[in-house]
């Protein structure tokens, strides 16, 4: 699992590999599961938005030990805002291309 998890570039494969070890999350003492979560901390990849770190760190917060299905929910919401996020985003570059491509017309 850590170097799995180490080597993710996206929401999806993070989500991916909670899935994919469910049964070991889910089974970790408290204290394991604070010493994954802080580690997942750390390794969450540079090249993720900083919005969206801190909503996967928030989510790794608000679940305790034993509740994967809460950090699937929680981490599948986060890549739902993430999504509409980039959407958003190309959206607003598509529209001020547009518009630059107007003027220039």
């Given amino acids: 699992m850590v170097f799995r998890l180490d080597s993710v570039d996206s929401v999806e494969e993070i989500l991916e590999a909670f899935f994919k070890f469910s049964s070991v999350i889910g089974d970790l003492t408290a ?28 989510a790794l917060e608000e679940t ?21 996020s980039l959407e958003d985003a ?3 570059g598509m529209d001020k291309g547009m518009k630059i491509l107007l003027k220039i017309c």
């Fill in 64 to 84: 305790r030990p034993g509740e994967v299905r809460k950090l699937f929910s929680n981490v599948a919401n986060v890549e739902r805002a993430v999504k509409k």
């Fill in 31 to 58: 204290e394991e599961y604070d010493l994954f979560r802080g580690w997942a901390k750390i390794v969450l990849p540079k090249s993720f938005p900083e919005k969206s770190k801190k909503e996967i760190i928030n």
């Fill in 90 to 92: 190309e959206k607003e």
